[in-house]
């Protein structure tokens, strides 16, 4: 019983891809459920990239060989695709190794443009992960801009209310900095309500969990900027992109300086190149970017609202067989919105005792622990009504999984609540 | 299985759960992957170790090893305690130990096994090793 959205042969080709699925862990078959943390890689992606590393690789854009000139044209049609993906102009994706490194470079790059100053206050909400807390956290130090928060109810819910009740407390932030969908509460967030509330800000989203299962249209969303890294979307590590509203970008001070991204480099003084090159500065990941092509080539032959409505599927048997288990307690605000992922609690067991045994007795993975974002869980402790661990277990999924890895997970929670009692 | 009789058993423990009023010691400890926390009290008679409780949340194991720690601690000089200590930590990195000396702890052993769960185990124990390896609390001068 998968979901029904993959036909048999579909659904043989998917396993076809990720071989991994095929492996047993513990004496019992891998059931995946891991995947807001990473993604498995796709067989069709790596090796394509191998096929790259081995038969066209070398660095790109200065030397006049034919090595160059092909990776060059490869890693210019990655930057193509990942623009298409997003509807963007290619000049205004840059790659980066991620959406943590994103949001430091953007914050960074804005306090150095003079686009962020003292005295400013920057909009995020409670549920960030740390990526897209910290950063602004700490500079906030070193640079007098104030951050403020869209506050959470005690489900971890960000609900429209909250955000009425911040733009009346802060007015007009010069930045609104918020995460496309909750890493902890799997909660997809109102972006074009926030980018309505907020007209004049700077909307920054962080399209971590987000892109890998939804399609963004950074048009007609109006967004300023959206960062996201590939490994959560079947990508290799250490590759993700930044978009930039070419108006902006060419305001923006760069984050990294060195070779490439300068136009003209004297004793005194240096001029930058053109987008996207000023903000891709040393050699870049070059595989990992080409990879990234592959990955959304690969994304849209299965099409990618096909993807779309297995994710909405998975997510909804997910939160209803959860919901069935009077033990568990799930947050998040449990409607439309709360997708891809879960966090819960069994009643009484610490979620590392759960994880473990889920892994041990059933080859199930999980996470266990804060998710990044730690003040979140005090807002959580507020709403629980069990002794609340500081930590939940999440479990998540991808176009790969199955209602029955789900069926295995409740047997594995019923078995969890048995043994600790 | 990680989770042996033994741990299972010393996970539910109460005794040594609470405040001690006019500790010697109070020493937090955190582990920074789960956000799991452990204060330890510890009551003092020259240099032995008196009584000990502890306050927190944590997994089965690190509840057990905190409790399997404290029984073994109470009537310990601070020598010794480290001593103990030492061994502990041998035993968890796959080095010699003294298993005499250990005695029940030894229960852990297994833990070793599984490298995400050592640092469960070792939470009360690093806690312990601040405290010992810290200045006494002055005795207020109120």
Avoid at chain 1, 287 to 313: H, K, M, P, W
Avoid at chain 2, 15 to 32: D, P, Q, S, T, V
Wanted: glycine share 6%; aromatic share 10%; hydrophobic share 40%.
């Amino acid at each position: 019983m998968h979901s029904t959205e993959w036909s048999d042969e579909a659904f043989c080709r998917i396993i076809q891809e990720f071989p991994v699925l095929n492996r047993e862990v513990n004496g019992k078959r891998l059931v995946y459920l891991d995947n807001a943390a990473s993604t498995l890689k796709s067989r069709t992606v790596i090796s394509k990239m191998t096929d790259f590393y081995l038969n066209h690789y070398s660095n790109i854009h200065r030397a006049v060989h034919t090595l160059a000139s092909e990776a060059t044209s490869e890693y210019e049609m990655a930057r193509e695709k990942v623009a298409r993906f997003i509807n963007a102009q290619s000049e205004e994706v840059v790659f980066i190794s991620g959406t943590t490194m994103g949001i430091n470079a953007l914050v960074n790059s804005l306090v150095r443009s003079g686009m962020l100053r003292e005295g400013d206050t920057v909009l995020i909400s409670q549920v960030e992960h740390h990526a897209n807390l910290v950063p602004w956290i700490r500079l906030s130090k070193f640079f007098g801009f104030k951050v403020e928060y869209i506050e959470a109810d005690n489900t971890g819910t960000i609900t429209i209310d909250s955000i009425l009740t911040a733009k009346s407390r802060v007015n007009s932030p010069k930045v609104v900095s918020i995460t496309g969908q909750s890493n902890v509460t799997g909660q997809v967030m109102p972006i074009e309500f926030i980018r309505e509330t907020f007209k004049d800000a700077i909307l920054i989203i962080d399209g971590a969990q987000l892109i890998p299962h939804k399609k963004i249209d950074v048009k007609a969303l109006d967004v300023d900027f959206l960062v996201f890294s590939g490994h959560k979307m079947i990508a290799p590590t250490g590759i993700g992109a930044l978009y930039g509203k070419s108006t902006l970008l060419e305001r923006l001070e760069p984050f990294l300086y060195g070779g490439e991204m300068i136009d003209k480099v004297t004793f005194e003084d240096v001029t930058f190149n053109v987008l996207p090159y000023k903000f891709e500065a040393g050699t870049q990941d070059i595989g990992g970017a080409v990879a990234l092509g592959y990955t959304i080539d690969y994304l849209e032959s299965l099409g990618f609202e096909n993807i779309q409505r297995c994710i909405e599927e998975l997510s909804k048997y997910l939160l209803e067989e959860l919901s069935k288990l009077d033990f568990v307690e799930i947050y998040g605000p449990r409607d439309e919105t709360h997708q891809s992922l879960v966090s819960f609690n069994v009643d009484g067991v610490h979620p590392h005792d759960v994880s473990q045994v889920l892994d041990e007795d059933f080859g199930i993975a999980t996470r266990s622990g804060h998710h990044c974002a730690q003040p979140l869980m005090s807002v959580l402790a507020k709403g629980s009504r069990i002794d609340f661990p500081n930590s939940t277990v999440r479990a998540s999924v991808y176009f790969y999984n199955t209602k029955e890895d789900i069926d295995i997970l409740v047997e594995g929670l019923k078995y969890v609540k048995r043994w600790f009692g | 299985m990680i989770y042996s009789e033994f741990i299972m058993d010393y996970s539910k423990l109460k005794k040594f759960h609470g405040k001690i009023e006019n500790a010697h010691r109070i020493e937090e400890g955190k582990n920074l992957s789960c956000g799991d926390e452990v204060t330890l009290y510890f009551l003092f008679d020259g240099d032995k170790i008196s009584d000990v409780k502890f306050e927190g949340h944590g997994c089965a194991i690190s509840q057990a090893s905190t409790n399997a720690m404290i029984e073994q601690l109470i009537g310990k000089t601070k020598e010794e305690a480290l001593e103990i200590l030492k061994n502990v930590e041998n035993m968890m990195f796959g080095r010699d130990f003294d298993d005499q000396l250990l005695g029940p702890i030894t229960n852990f052993y297994d833990v070793k096994n599984y490298p995400m769960r050592v640092k469960c185990f070792l939470l009360p124990w690093k806690t312990l090793e601040l405290a010992l390896n810290g200045e006494e609390k002055k005795p207020s001068k109120e």
